[in-house]
């Protein structure tokens, strides 16, 4: 596994969906998956989520990993894959 998230419970929210001050989160990440360098990204992206969640947790709009997908196959990478073989 890549990711592994926990939460530790240490008292009873008013709303299950939320974490409560005393609560902690645990995350761990295959080295494959994270590096020293993804560290302060990841918590920034993470705290700005969490904090919006709230407000829209999932934006009508919003791309999806299939969007993106279909996007990456849709990239000509011929002068990428000649810049590699070289």
Known sequence: RL????????STPSNADQLAAN???IISFHHSAFDGSSIKPFF????????????????PDALTYLDYA???HSIDL????????E
């Not at 920034?44 to 934006?59: E, K, W």
């Not at 011929?78 to 073989?85: L, R």
């Open 44 to 59: 920034a992206d993470f705290a700005d989520a969490y904090d919006n969640q709230a407000l829209a947790p999932f934006a």
């Open 70 to 72: 279909t996007h990456e």
């Open 78 to 85: 011929t002068e990428a894959k000649t810049f590699w073989e």
């Open 23 to 25: 609560d902690t989160v």
């Open 3 to 10: 990711v592994r998230l926990h939460i530790v419970r240490r």
